[in-house]
Nanobody, 122 residues
Framework: VQLQASGGGLVQIGGSLRLSCTAS????????MAWFRQAPGKEREFVAA????????NYADSVAGRFIISRDNAKTTVYLQMNSLEPEDTAVYYC????????????????WGQGTQVTVSS
């Protein structure tokens, strides 16, 4: 199983980025997909998750209203549209796949991508 994340980069405050994560060697529609992030010196934290059909979405309070998670099951890809970026959003962003139903617990996720760096400059 491979989760390949891309789309990170350097952006100014208030800017936008779109992350993508393409999955291979798994039945994509059997998995809840999520994004987590980890800033230097901090634990990896939940950002957003989307259920198998794409109907149900959950967000961390810190990103709600600014970030949008979506998925394209035909392309086995999950996206994270990040708007109104703030310096506090600077982190390595990881996509993850979960066959269960617990969106928030990182221990529930079966597979992880390699991470993509997002840096928001002030």
């Amino acid at each position: 199983v491979q989760l390949q994340a891309s789309g990170g980069g350097l952006v100014q405050i208030g800017g936008s980025l779109r992350l993508s994560c393409t999955a291979s060697e798994l039945i994509f529609t059997q998995y809840v997909m999520a994004w987590f992030r980890q800033a230097p010196g901090k634990e990896r934290e939940f950002v957003a998750a989307i259920n198998r059909s794409g109907v149900r979405k959950n967000y961390a309070d810190s990103v709600a209203g600014r970030f949008i998670i979506s998925r394209d099951n035909a392309k086995t890809t999950v996206y994270l549209q990040m708007n109104s970026l703030e310096p506090e959003d600077t982190a390595v962003y990881y996509c993850a796949a979960n066959r269960g139903s617990n969106f928030y617990n990182r221990g529930s996720y079966d597979y992880w991508g390699q991470g993509t760096q997002v840096t928001v400059s002030s």
